[in-house]
């Protein structure tokens, strides 16, 4: 398992490493050692490949555990669906010491990120990105947010994770449209701080040639980012290069 601590206001550790979907209920335990409940958010498309797994370790970590499930796609990441989960958690008990755990892309990251900063002004986060885009951009850096009518991203925080689980394996199941995505993303890294990792991707050639080195790649993503949301966590300055590609 790779291991990268982000030294923001409030200290996380990303942890990377293939399988360790197993793995995320000793690893909530640790983060969230006073946590009794869990309320995980998926959706529609992650639930039938990742959430029994991901639901049967946290349970066997002791947790009490409850799932909820949004419909796949940016549409669900909207005020309706952020009150929703707000009731729900509250009629599952939540406590101030409970948390939620993001099982999903970056709608799923952004919406149940959202709902953890707001629900009882704020509770304990774990990120497990499933996307490639997820896993090496939106799971990492604390911003979380819905949509509004008047555009993408209006309403939200800055709400670090307690934790964030990566596992590679995970990027498997992604269709070649999602993945490549992805990859923009970690192209980017490239374009904007790392020439070797650049160069390391020129050579892959393929995407069977990226996943023989993604735990690397992940690593090295995640890393980046990490520098540089440290170094501007509320995004006033040197944050804005991570923009670069994303608005045109
Ligand atoms: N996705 C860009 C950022 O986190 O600042």
């Known amino acids: 398992m790779k291991t990268l601590a982000v030294n923001t206001s409030r200290p996380y550790e990303i942890q990377i490493e293939r399988g360790a979907l197993d793995r995320v209920g000793e690893l909530c335990r640790q983060a969230l050692p006073r946590a009794r409940k869990l309320a995980v958010v998926t959706d529609s498309n992650v639930l039938p490949l990742y959430l029994g797994r991901t639901a049967e370790s946290l349970k066997g970590a002791g947790f009490q555990v409850q799932c909820f499930t949004i419909q796949a796609g940016e549409a669900s990441k909207n005020a309706e669906q952020l009150v929703l989960l707000w009731e729900k958690m509250m009629a599952f008990g939540m406590t101030r010491t409970d948390g939620i755990v993001a099982l999903g ?11 953890a900063a707001t629900l009882l002004r704020g509770v304990d986060f774990v990120q497990i990105p499933t996307t490639l885009l997820a896993q090496v951009d939106s799971s990492v850096g604390g911003k979380v947010a819905i ?3 008047a555009g993408k991203n209006l309403a ?3 709400w670090q994770p307690s934790l964030v689980i990566i ?12 993945f490549s995505d992805g990859m923009a993303e970690v192209i980017k890294y490239g374009c904007i701080l790392d020439r070797e990792l650049f160069e390391l991707l020129d050579r892959c050639g393929s995407r069977a040639g990226v996943m023989e080195h993604m735990e690397e790649v992940v690593y090295t993503c995640c890393d980046l980012k990490r ?22």
Do not use: K, S
């Not at 596992?167 to 999602?178: G, K, M, V, W, Y």
């Not at 540089?228 to 590609?245: H, I, K, M, P």
């Open 156 to 158: 939200g925080a800055f």
């Open 147 to 149: 949509d509004l009518q």
């Open 105 to 115: 892309g970056g709608v799923v990251g952004d919406l149940a990120g959202f709902a």
């Open 167 to 178: 596992d590679p394996d995970c990027l498997n199941t992604l269709t070649d449209r999602i």
């Open 227 to 248: 520098r540089v949301v440290v170094e501007d966590e509320r995004d006033t300055g040197a944050r804005q290069l991570l923009n670069f590609g994303h608005t045109i």
